[in-house]
């Protein structure tokens, strides 16, 4: 693996470890009340950033393009950004709302960005 799809796969590996010590953490302390970070470190971090590591591994057309990058920092940055800050509102922190909702919005359009880069590649291949 190369580029983006390294970095991908690696940040992956980060979610997966953060989020199975998360899920640990709640089944010892018998507190599911972060069940939502750890969902979602888990399903949209690990799982979707393992995806787009392996697409961008098989296109490599589409990992070689400058979009490819502006693609996994604005999925990395606001993934990290929606996954802390909801650890510290859950935790009763409300004054880091505005960090959640801003981040929920630039992981959608990290989201709308893969698919302006991916659709055309899989319809040309
Ligand atoms: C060390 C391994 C893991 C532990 C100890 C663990 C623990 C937990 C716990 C305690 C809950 C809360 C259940 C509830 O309150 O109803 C949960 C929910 C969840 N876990 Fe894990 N988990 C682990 C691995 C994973 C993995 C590998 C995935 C996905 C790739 C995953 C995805 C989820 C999801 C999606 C939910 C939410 C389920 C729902 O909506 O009811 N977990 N997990
Ligand atoms: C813009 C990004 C996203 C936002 C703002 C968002 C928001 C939410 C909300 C509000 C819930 C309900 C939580 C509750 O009732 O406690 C939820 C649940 C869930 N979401 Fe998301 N979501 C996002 C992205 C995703 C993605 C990309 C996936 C999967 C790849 C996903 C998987 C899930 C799952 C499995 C649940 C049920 C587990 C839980 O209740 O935490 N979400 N999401």
Redesign the pocket.
Known sequence: MQGVARNFFTLAIVY?LA??AL??H??ISQD?SQ?PV??HT??AG??MSAVFAVFYHLFPVARDKMLAKLHFWLTAVSGIGLLVGLFFLLGGNAAIEPVVAISSMGFYAAMLLFAFIALPVIWKS
């Open positions: 997966a989020g199975m899920g640990l709640m089944s599911h069940m750890h969902a888990m399903v690990w799982l």
